[in-house]
């Protein structure tokens, strides 16, 4: 158990998920406060101290992206949105507005914890300022601006790095195309997804153990990349049954 | 062109009687050349060229007025006393009868003549317009087209504007049109009307706004699904707006004609009923998939929950029992996507958003979603390194994909081999999947696309709705490709392949400043 008593705030006008998500968390050593309505949420997220927000899209009184842009006017606590298949462009929306990842419905509760963790993590590494981001047999260290595989220094040209930058600075999250490309690029090329293709395929040729099965730098089809973290082994970080079986997805 | 018509007919006879004097004047010297050289005495009698032509050319009263400066012109030039207005033989009066008595029957003559002329052509107008008509209702494809179609007919042959409103439903509110155009007090004209609070069988006209006179009526007193029309005469008063009326109601017998024999009204009724099937059948199936999924989102979840829970973990049997349910959920999601996602092709079909995408990226993700379903098969991969990037929607591709990786396990046995291979050439990405299972006999080969068709050999033995590879081809199509099923024959392996377009010619370069 990584954050033993974590504080979940969780979102959702139906009873049954709220009941499940709640099980699963407290089995999981997390505190769990309940929310049905929008208005109840962003209420509970100003009265009590919390430390993830997992929101569903379809509440009764307002809309998820609402919530997701309110709280985040506010307050920096990571925010998981739980979204529905066939709608790319509504995650993209909902990562811009802040969200910090999404889950895609129905989804099974080690996803959501993987997530969760990852969330939780990346926020009390940005506390803490560490500057080490370890994936797998990767190393990128962004004070020294380096990048270790299996101990051995990579050379990465300024832009591959500038690439990997941005995804450590959101390890285990998901950065859509438009950020990635604003970063690295620019605003003027956030339409060229061209150009991100080219050189994650060269970044993958010098990161990954297998470049053509990608476990660290993971790709999120039409929404962005994700840089995985441990607990996330980059396969089935989509698919909610995700293969990883409970117990290693916990580890 | 209304207007200029009119512009005309109020200058036409001015110089109708312009150039009847002026051929008078012609005529008058060329007798006087005429007597001078031939020594010729009686040359009055030419006057009546210009008596004929004037009376064939612009009516009775230029042919009047010839007639009468032919005789006084010869009175004065030509007969005794000359250079004076006075009459003494008896033949002038004579020849005056005589000029006036051709102007009149001439003029009479080529004005029937006329009218026959216009009258036909304008049939022959209404003829073209009325085969217009009958052929654009014949591939009409709905109610508005057959509406606009009515409309843009009378529109045409009336030559004035024409508004069709659809029902009794549709006239108060908006139409097809902006109806901002039609004065209100028309509208509420139609609304009566087509509400039959008013009965207007052969027309009511009404006063819009700016002295417009409209005329408002059924377009077929006994047919209400025709509609009713509402026509803009203009400013016209009494008399042309009843021979307006009068060739509306023409119009509208012929264009009736032709509705009723091209059974529109059965049509339309028809039409009407299908659009509240199709809304009724969106809704439903909106708010079943909601009702349906939202439950299985709890079950899912609580079964993952539940797989984890101490009390469970480690109960092998109690573990498999949580295992089917979430199986089980997992698959009854699956059929329901595919209704959904069916729904959605053959209703307003499915907009890709298009990217540049990498074929890697969707082949991996499409293997992930597949994972545990693949877990049991001998996955080969054969992917060369450098496939080109392709401009599609990444998700509906690998969602077709998920389809195909979905049919290669459910008729293939477990721990066959199933293998993917990905190649470039001619300008084309072609993806197939390839499988050692039932095959396709030659029949299954031919209808392997279509909707609801499952292999008859399989039907008892495999479970499915037979949707996937049809929304796994439309999936494709959409995004410019084509799918292809092949198989040596049942029992002998299935290869099902996906045709992408790769145009390398635009495959965008890098700008050199994004190459470092």
């Known amino acids: 158990?990584?954050?033993?008593?974590?504080?979940?705030?969780?979102?959702?006008?139906?009873?049954?998920?709220?009941?499940?998500?709640?099980?699963?968390?407290?089995?999981?050593?997390?505190?769990?406060?309940?929310?049905?309505?929008?208005?109840?949420?962003?209420?509970?997220?100003?009265?009590?101290?919390?430390?993830?927000?997992?929101?569903?899209?379809?509440?009764?009184?307002?809309?998820?992206?609402?919530?997701?842009?309110?709280?985040?006017?506010?307050?920096?606590?990571p925010i998981i949105v739980l979204s529905v298949r066939s709608s790319e462009a509504q995650k993209v929306h909902l990562l811009e507005l802040g969200a910090d990842d999404y889950v895609v419905k129905p989804f099974g509760m080690a996803e959501l914890l993987a997530r969760v963790r990852v969330a939780l993590r990346r926020q009390s590494r940005a506390a803490s300022g560490e500057p080490i981001v370890k994936v797998g047999p990767l190393t990128i260290d962004l004070s020294a601006r380096a990048v270790m595989l299996n101990g051995s220094r990579l050379n990465l040209t300024p832009k591959e790095y500038r690439l990997l930058q941005v995804l450590a600075q959101h390890a285990g999250n998901v950065v859509t195309h438009q950020h990635l490309l604003k970063e690295v690029w620019g605003s003027v090329h956030v339409q060229d997804t061209h150009y991100l293709r080219i050189f994650v395929r060269k970044l993958r040729q010098k990161i990954e153990p297998h470049p053509d099965s990608p476990r660290i730098l993971v790709t999120e089809l039409g929404v962005g990349y994700r840089l995985a973290q441990s607990g996330q082994d980059g396969e089935g970080a989509t698919a909610w049954t995700g293969g990883a079986s409970p117990a290693k997805a916990d580890g | 062109m209304p207007n200029a018509l009119r512009l005309l007919n109020v200058r036409e006879p001015w110089r109708g009687l312009a150039l009847t004097f002026f051929m008078v004047a012609v005529m008058t010297a060329a007798i006087h050349v005429i007597i001078l050289s031939v020594g010729l005495t009686r040359g009055s009698v030419l006057y009546l060229i210009p008596v004929l032509i004037a009376s064939i050319r612009w009516g009775i009263v230029a042919a009047l007025f010839a007639a009468v400066c032919g005789v006084i012109a010869s009175a004065?030039?030509?007969?005794?006393?000359?250079?004076?207005?006075?009459?003494?033989?008896?033949?002038?009066?004579?020849?005056?009868?005589?000029?006036?008595?051709?102007?009149?029957?001439?003029?009479?003559?080529?004005?029937?003549?006329?009218?026959?002329?216009?009258?036909?052509?304008?049939?022959?107008?209404?003829?073209?317009?009325?085969?217009?008509?009958?052929?654009?209702?014949?591939?009409?494809?709905?109610?508005?087209?057959?509406?606009?179609?009515?409309?843009?007919?009378?529109?045409?042959?009336?030559?004035?504007?024409?508004?069709?409103?659809?029902?009794?439903?549709?006239?108060?509110?908006?139409?097809?049109?902006?109806?901002?155009?039609?004065?209100?007090?028309?509208?509420?004209?139609?609304?009566?009307?087509?509400?039959?609070?008013?009965?207007?069988?052969a027309g009511v006209t009404v006063a819009g706004e700016a002295g417009d006179v409209w005329l408002v009526r059924p377009v077929a007193p006994k047919s209400p699904e025709f509609g009713v029309i509402?026509?803009?005469?203009?400013?016209?008063?009494?008399?042309?707006?009843?021979?307006?009326?009068?060739?509306?109601?023409?119009?509208?017998?012929?264009?009736?004609?032709?509705?009723?024999?091209?059974?529109?009204?059965?049509?339309?009724?028809?039409?009407?009923?299908?659009?509240?099937?199709?809304?009724?059948?969106?809704?439903?199936?909106?708010?079943?998939?909601?009702?349906?999924?939202?439950?299985?989102?709890?079950?899912?979840?609580?079964?993952?929950?539940?797989?984890?829970?101490?009390?469970?973990?480690?109960?092998?049997?109690?573990?498999?029992?949580?295992?089917?349910?979430?199986?089980?959920?997992?698959?009854?999601?699956?059929?329901?996507?595919?209704?959904?996602?069916?729904?959605?092709?053959?209703?307003?079909?499915?907009?890709?958003?298009?990217?540049?995408?990498?074929?890697?990226?969707?082949?991996?993700?499409?293997?992930?979603?597949?994972?545990?379903?693949?877990?049991?098969?001998?996955?080969?991969?054969?992917?060369?390194?450098?496939?080109?990037?392709?401009?599609?929607?990444?998700?509906?591709?690998?969602?077709?994909?998920?389809?195909?990786?979905?049919?290669?396990?459910?008729?293939?046995?477990?721990?066959?081999?199933?293998?993917?291979?990905?190649?470039?050439?001619?300008?084309?990405?072609?993806?197939?999947?390839?499988?050692?299972?039932?095959?396709?006999?030659?029949?299954?080969?031919?209808q392997i696309w279509s909707r609801f068709v499952r292999g008859e050999r399989h039907s008892a033995t495999t479970s499915g709705s037979g949707l996937g590879l049809w929304i796994a081809n439309a999936f494709i199509a959409t995004n410019g490709g084509k799918m292809h099923a092949v198989s040596d024959g049942p029992g002998l392996g299935t290869t099902v392949a996906i045709e992408l377009p790769v145009t390398q010619a635009a495959v965008p370069q890098l700008e050199s400043d994004a190459d470092e």
């Open chain 2, 76 to 201: 004065f030039f030509f007969f005794a006393p000359r250079y004076s207005f006075e009459i003494r033989d008896p033949q002038e009066v004579i020849n005056l009868a005589l000029y006036i008595f051709t102007a009149i029957v001439v003029s009479q003559l080529a004005g029937r003549l006329k009218r026959q002329l216009e009258l036909s052509r304008r049939r022959e107008i209404d003829l073209a317009e009325l085969y217009a008509f009958s052929r654009r209702l014949a591939v009409a494809f709905d109610l508005s087209d057959i509406h606009s179609a009515i409309e843009d007919h009378l529109a045409a042959v009336i030559q004035r504007k024409v508004v069709l409103f659809a029902g009794a439903r549709e006239a108060n509110a908006s139409d097809r049109h902006n109806n901002g155009s039609v004065p209100e007090s028309v509208q509420k004209l139609v609304g009566d009307v087509a509400g039959g609070r008013r009965d207007a069988g």
């Open chain 2, 230 to 446: 509402a026509i803009n005469f203009g400013r016209e008063s009494g008399g042309n707006v009843d021979e307006m009326r009068a060739r509306v109601d023409t119009v509208l017998v012929d264009a009736t004609a032709t509705l009723e024999r091209l059974g529109v009204a059965h049509a339309i009724s028809e039409a009407r009923m299908r659009a509240q099937t199709d809304q009724l059948r969106e809704a439903l199936i909106g708010s079943v998939s909601h009702e349906l999924r939202t439950p299985l989102a709890s079950i899912l979840g609580a079964a993952t929950v539940l797989s984890t829970a101490p009390a469970l973990r480690d109960d092998k049997r109690l573990q498999a029992l949580v295992h089917d349910v979430r199986d089980e959920a997992e698959r009854l999601n699956n059929d329901i996507q595919n209704l959904l996602d069916a729904t959605r092709i053959s209703s307003d079909g499915v907009k890709p958003h298009a990217e540049w995408a990498d074929p890697a990226d969707i082949i991996n993700s499409a293997l992930d979603r597949c994972r545990r379903r693949l877990s049991d098969r001998r996955m080969v991969l054969n992917l060369p390194a450098d496939l080109p990037l392709i401009h599609v929607d990444p998700v509906l591709v690998q969602q077709a994909l998920v389809q195909i990786f979905d049919n290669a396990v459910k008729y293939s046995p477990s721990g066959s081999r199933i293998t993917l291979a990905a190649r470039a050439r001619d300008g084309r990405l072609i993806l197939s999947v390839t499988d050692e299972g039932a095959g396709l006999t030659r029949a299954e080969e031919a």
């Open chain 1, 1 to 77: 158990m990584n954050e033993p008593s974590a504080i979940v705030l969780v979102v959702d006008d139906e009873v049954q998920i709220r009941r499940f998500l709640r099980t699963g968390f407290e089995l999981n050593g997390f505190v769990v406060h309940e929310a049905a309505t929008g208005a109840e949420a962003i209420r509970s997220a100003t009265l009590r101290p919390i430390d993830i927000v997992i929101a569903d899209l379809g509440l009764p009184d307002m809309d998820g992206a609402e919530v997701v842009e309110r709280i985040r006017s506010w307050s920096s606590v």
